[in-house]
């Protein structure tokens, strides 16, 4: 039966993490950069400015939450990071290398700069159509847009309601898996490889499982701590990631900016390594450069995607909580996240990687017997290690267990939302509790069909997402040109700020009061 399971999983995640999806998911983001006028790039500063630049106004609206019942630009920024900077940042790069050479990391420059407008376009819309639920929070998301925005397209009302109902599933179950059990599977065989502890590091016998003590512990002590987060909900996790992810990220970067400037005289090497392998100009033969240049496209794109998820409708959910008024605003930060999470630390795991010997970047071959997080440890190793000192494992270990429970608080208010969406607002407190549960579940059992399964739900969010983007996209030029022409042309234009007359009167009158 497993098998079965097995074999008709691995069919559905071919089409859903293959190269159709792949194109659909790169192309979105192309249509969407050229609709906007490349607005990443001709509203660069602007957009600079208005996110990370904003949290050194002073009296800035960025970091202030101006509602009791809302969350502030920066702290929906942390957590939308808290989700998406993850173990793929430092596993799924070295995966992406292994398969795809270094050229993969070329295609994943490229993934994550159309995925900007991608994932602001999600933030646009998110905001516009987002509503309060009973007890006057924002509720945002894909599942908000495809009802009530491609819903209200003529002939389109029922399919609105369906594939927004099968996105909010998709997203429930996609967060038991990648959003919880794979991140504390991964958090668990980390620390007790890693760490270990002879005395608790043996098999105990609980009803008919065998289950591993250390790893017990490990369990219980997530699921208590991230019960305390996840249980307060939106404004507790806010205030823990405000705090939690800034310091995680800049941590990480330190250190791998200490790798790279221990090798920085690789610089030129590896760079031209990347955009070689990237065309394959380093191949022999005809055969041989289609291949090398498919390897690094697929990869490169399909780690890229895995890494900021871009088009998977998912941050989107907790931007909307947001206290910002603009949705314009709110769709920079998007851009601001993919740039984060994939331009800088992405690209500062491939250095640490391809800079310390471990590829050979004239043939593109693995030299290092390790593998994804492995890999990682050994290159940050060969700056960090003091004789038979593993810092540098300690540090990639440490660095997991940061990425993989900020990962879990992100995707335990992604489940939420969505669960909210189909049962309603009072039975989200039903759906934490498992959730905290599962965590247990993810320390102590070995899952890896549930990861592929909970793999294939997260790609199956990105259909009926990237079909609302794509149906909606006239509506996010619109907005996009309305805020153009009243920020920059000076236009005494009403503003678009919310699909919903009441929230639109609202959110004007906050705007005029000087609040946006």
């Given at each position: 039966?497993?098998?079965?399971?097995?074999?008709?999983?691995?069919?559905?995640?071919g089409?859903?993490?293959?190269?159709?999806?792949?194109?659909?998911?790169?192309?979105?983001?192309?249509?969407?950069?050229?609709?906007?006028?490349?607005?990443?790039?001709?509203?660069?500063?602007?957009?600079?400015?208005?996110?990370?630049?904003?949290?050194?106004?002073?009296?800035?609206?960025?970091?202030?939450?101006?509602?009791?019942?809302?969350?502030?630009?920066?702290?929906?920024?942390?957590?939308?990071?808290?989700?998406?900077?993850?173990?793929?940042?430092?596993?799924?790069?070295?995966?992406?290398?292994?398969?795809?050479?270094?050229?993969?990391?070329?295609?994943m420059?490229l993934s994550?700069?159309?995925g900007?407008?991608?994932?602001?376009?999600?933030?646009?819309?998110?905001?516009?159509?987002?509503?309060?639920?009973?007890?006057?929070?924002?509720?945002?998301?894909?599942?908000?847009?495809?009802?009530?925005?491609?819903?209200?397209?003529?002939?389109?009302?029922?399919?609105?309601?369906?594939?927004?109902?099968?996105?909010?599933?998709?997203?429930?179950?996609?967060?038991?898996?990648?959003?919880?059990m794979?991140?504390?599977?991964?958090?668990?065989?980390?620390?007790?490889?890693?760490?270990?502890?002879?005395?608790?590091?043996?098999?105990?016998?609980?009803g008919?499982a065998?289950?591993?003590?250390?790893?017990?512990?490990?369990?219980?002590?997530?699921?208590?701590?991230?019960?305390?987060?996840?249980?307060?909900?939106?404004?507790?996790?806010?205030?823990?990631?405000?705090?939690?992810?800034?310091?995680?990220?800049?941590?990480?970067?330190?250190?791998?900016?200490?790798?790279?400037?221990?090798?920085?005289?690789?610089?030129?090497?590896?760079?031209?390594?990347?955009?070689?392998?990237?065309?394959?100009?380093?191949?022999?033969?005809?055969?041989?450069?289609?291949?090398a240049?498919?390897?690094?496209?697929?990869?490169?794109?399909?780690?890229?995607v895995?890494?900021?998820?871009?088009?998977?409708?998912?941050?989107?959910?907790?931007?909307?909580?947001?206290?910002?008024?603009?949705p314009?605003?709110?769709?920079?930060?998007?851009?601001?996240?993919?740039?984060?999470?994939?331009?800088?630390?992405?690209?500062?795991?491939?250095?640490?990687?391809?800079?310390?010997?471990?590829?050979?970047?004239?043939?593109?071959?693995?030299i290092?017997?390790?593998?994804?997080?492995?890999?990682?440890?050994?290159?940050?190793g060969?700056?960090?290690?003091?004789?038979?000192?593993?810092?540098?494992?300690?540090?990639?270990?440490?660095?997991?267990?940061?990425?993989?429970?900020?990962?879990?608080?992100?995707?335990?208010?992604?489940?939420?939302?969505?669960?909210?969406?189909?049962?309603?607002?009072?039975?989200t407190?039903?759906?934490?509790?498992?959730?905290?549960?599962?965590?247990?579940?993810?320390?102590?059992?070995?899952?890896?069909?549930?990861?592929?399964?909970?793999?294939?739900?997260?790609?199956?969010?990105?259909?009926?997402?990237?079909?609302?983007?794509?149906?909606?996209?006239?509506?996010?030029?619109?907005?996009?040109?309305?805020?153009?022409?009243?920020?920059?042309?000076g236009?005494?234009?009403?503003?678009?700020?919310?699909?919903?007359?009441?929230i639109?009167?609202?959110?004007?009158?906050?705007?005029?009061?000087?609040?946006?």
């Amino acid at each position: 039966m497993l098998d079965k399971i097995e074999s008709v999983n691995s069919a559905v995640n071919g089409v859903v993490w293959g190269i159709p999806m792949l194109v659909l998911i790169i192309g979105t983001g192309i249509y969407m950069t050229v609709r906007t006028r490349f607005f990443q790039i001709t509203r660069a500063k602007h957009v600079t400015l208005h996110t990370i630049g904003g949290i050194f106004k002073k009296g800035n609206t960025v970091k202030a939450a101006q509602e009791k019942t809302s969350i502030s630009q920066f702290q929906a920024l942390c957590t939308a990071l808290a989700a998406t900077i993850g173990v793929g940042n430092i596993a799924g790069v070295a995966a992406a290398i292994a398969a795809g050479g270094p050229g993969a990391i070329f295609w994943m420059w490229l993934s994550a700069f159309f995925g900007m407008m991608t994932n602001y376009s999600e933030n646009v819309l998110g905001i516009y159509y987002r509503r309060k639920n009973s007890r006057d929070e924002w509720c945002g998301g894909a599942m908000y847009y495809l009802r009530d925005g491609l819903g209200s397209k003529r002939g389109c009302a029922v399919p609105g309601k369906i594939l927004a109902m099968l996105f909010s599933v998709f997203c429930v179950l996609a967060s038991f898996g990648i959003g919880n059990m794979s991140q504390i599977n991964t958090i668990s065989g980390n620390i007790t490889s890693v760490f270990a502890v002879p005395a608790l590091d043996r098999d105990i016998l609980i009803g008919a499982a065998v289950i591993n003590l250390y790893e017990l512990v490990v369990g219980i002590i997530l699921m208590l701590l991230a019960g305390l987060v996840i249980v307060g909900g939106i404004k507790r996790i806010a205030q823990v990631t405000e705090k939690f992810v800034p310091f995680m990220a800049c941590a990480y970067i330190l250190g791998a900016l200490i790798v790279f400037i221990a090798n920085i005289g690789k610089a030129g090497e590896v760079f031209g390594a990347i955009f070689s392998f990237a065309f394959g100009l380093r191949a022999v033969g005809g055969a041989a450069i289609g291949l090398a240049v498919k390897s690094a496209v697929t990869w490169g794109f399909k780690r890229g995607v895995f890494s900021n998820e871009a088009g998977l409708g998912s941050s989107v959910m907790v931007h909307s909580a947001s206290n910002v008024i603009e949705p314009v605003r709110q769709g920079m930060w998007g851009i601001f996240e993919v740039f984060a999470d994939t331009i800088v630390v992405c690209t500062l795991t491939a250095f640490s990687i391809l800079s310390t010997g471990l590829i050979d970047l004239h043939t593109g071959k693995m030299i290092s017997a390790n593998k994804e997080t492995a890999l990682v440890s050994e290159a940050f190793g060969s700056v960090f290690n003091i004789g038979s000192l593993n810092i540098g494992g300690a540090f990639i270990a440490v660095a997991i267990l940061l990425f993989a429970f900020s990962t879990v608080l992100g995707w335990s208010y992604y489940g939420t939302k969505a669960w909210e969406f189909l049962f309603g607002t009072r039975s989200t407190i039903i759906y934490k509790v498992i959730f905290v549960v599962f965590i247990v579940f993810g320390a102590t059992m070995s899952l890896d069909l549930a990861w592929d399964i909970s793999d294939t739900f997260n790609g199956l969010m990105a259909l009926p997402n990237l079909i609302g983007v794509l149906a909606l996209s006239g509506t996010v030029v619109k907005i996009t040109a309305n805020y153009i022409s009243r920020t920059f042309r000076g236009s005494r234009e009403a503003p678009m700020l919310s699909a919903f007359e009441d929230i639109q009167e609202e959110q004007a009158q906050k705007l005029e009061n000087g609040r946006g």
